[in-house]
């Protein structure tokens, strides 16, 4: 592991103290890394893995099998006890699979057909089609958080530059921030692994930018937000290491759950952490949609008329007081068949 560690630095062109002062970790440490003097602990991989873009379940079997070794050491039975145990990992990998419901499993089937449909006609998308849904996604994301513009209205201040008389500056620079943020969102590379923490702050500013200024990119300090019930919310001082936790489980559980299935699952943990003062909503819903996009699906619209909007945030709510996603994830899957779907529908209609 510590050349695999070493080699993927260099290939980036980082020295340790860079690693060390990006990832908040001692250089000292990076170099016992580096020469097998110390092992990094599993959050500090997942921070590794990121940076210097090494896939996570190659420097994970590498990590584990050290820590194994280190273990077992020279024991004259290490290698019977080692098979026992890898019978045993094997039978709780079979009885803990990740259970998925029947609707959800009907749903999912329909958007793997549908998707399959999208990509073989993805070609023949024009800008038209991209602004279209670029605009869909806008207007829903606000409408959910309470936003009253119309769609025409929406329309009219991100396409055409307009202003709506009687509405606010803040409403309008909901929009706009959308519309930057979706920008920033697309022009990110294409690759296998959770969006880089320091992708989520630039979001997170876009979002806020002229709303909220004070709190922009950057994790919130107080135990207290607007609109959310203090005694459920995770304290300030936890949210870099609930963070690192969601980056852990992305990337413990990307090759093994269905995109859509991932996707939801992390809106409902970041939705969980609420890791910023304003805009935890529309930032957890892009990132939700980065994990869709990385994959190949479409943006997925969740409705925000009144009534939808009570469904999805019972959801939320199950899902963070239960644990029980199932609703939520059945939201996700449904707006994630609809996008296609309507994508298919313009397509056809261009």
């Known amino acids: 592991m510590k050349d695999l560690l070493k080699n993927a630095r260099e290939q980036k062109g980082l020295k340790t103290r860079e690693v060390a002062q990006l990832l908040h970790i001692d250089q000292a440490l990076i170099s016992k890394f580096e020469n097998g003097q110390r092992k990094p602990t599993r959050e500090q991989l997942v921070k590794l893995a990121t940076l210097l873009e090494i896939d996570f379940d190659t420097i994970l079997v590498n990590w584990l099998k050290e820590k194994i070794l280190y273990e077992v050491g020279q024991d004259e039975l290490a290698l019977k006890a080692i098979q026992m145990a890898e019978e045993e990992l094997k039978r709780n990998a079979f009885t803990k699979t990740y259970f998925i419901p029947a609707a959800l499993q009907i749903l999912l089937h329909e958007i793997d057909n549908l998707k399959e449909k999208v990509t073989r006609f993805r070609s023949f998308e024009t800008e038209a089609i991209r602004q279209t849904l670029a605009l869909d996604y806008i207007f829903c994301s606000n409408q959910l958080d309470g936003a009253a513009f119309s769609l025409d209205e929406t329309r009219a201040v991100i396409q055409k530059g307009e202003t709506i008389s009687g509405k606010s500056m803040r409403e309008h620079?909901?929009?706009?921030?959308?519309?930057?943020a979706i920008r920033y969102l697309e022009s990110l590379p294409e690759k296998n692994s959770f969006i880089a923490e320091k992708d989520i702050f630039t979001l997170h500013n876009l979002i806020v930018r002229?709303?909220?200024?004070?709190?922009?990119?950057?994790?919130?300090?107080s135990d207290n937000i607007p609109n959310h019930n203090s005694d459920t919310l995770p304290r300030a001082n936890s949210i870099p290491k609930l963070m690192d936790d969601l980056f852990l489980w992305y990337e413990t559980n990307k090759n093994k759950l269905h995109p859509v299935i991932l996707a939801g699952e992390v809106l409902a943990q970041f939705g969980f952490i609420q890791a910023f003062t304003h805009g935890n909503n529309k930032v957890g819903r892009l990132v939700m949609n980065s994990i869709l996009i990385q994959h190949g699906y479409l943006y997925a619209l969740i409705k925000g008329d009144a009534a939808s909007r009570i469904v999805f945030e019972n959801a939320l709510h199950e899902a963070h007081s239960t644990q029980n996603k199932e609703k939520l994830l059945l939201i996700v899957a449904q707006a994630e068949k609809?996008?296609?779907?309507?994508?298919?529908?313009?397509?056809?209609?261009q």
């Open 173 to 180: 620079l909901e929009a706009i921030n959308h519309q930057e």
């Open 210 to 221: 002229g709303i909220a200024p004070d709190e922009s990119g950057k994790y919130r300090s």
């Open 338 to 349: 609809e996008s296609l779907e309507r994508y298919l529908n313009l397509l056809v209609h």
